[in-house]
């Protein structure tokens, strides 16, 4: 009987450690796959501090044009006939 606790004992800590294998080449593989991402992310945060002086330079005259659209609708729905 205590060979079989034995035996049991053995095994399950093969067991386990085959598990913990395996849960360690899953956390190595999602870690480059995040050292990845992060490089991605790190260029598209460089190239988006290059651009962010200029969307105020854009929006300025975006936000006039938006304003002037609801006039230049309602004198196209005059002109239309509607």
Do not use: D, W, Y
Request: charged share 15%; hydrophobic share 55%.
């Amino acid at each position: 009987m205590i060979i079989f606790s034995v035996v049991e004992a053995a095994l399950l800590i093969a067991v386990m450690g085959a598990a913990l294998f395996r849960v360690r080449r899953r956390l190595e593989g999602i870690n480059s796959a995040l050292v990845a991402l992060g490089s991605v992310l790190g260029s598209i945060e460089h190239e988006l501090r290059q651009v962010g002086p200029v969307v105020g330079c854009l929006n300025a005259p975006l936000a006039a044009l938006a304003g002037t659209l609801p006039g230049v609708a309602e004198k196209a729905e005059r002109v239309s006939g509607r």
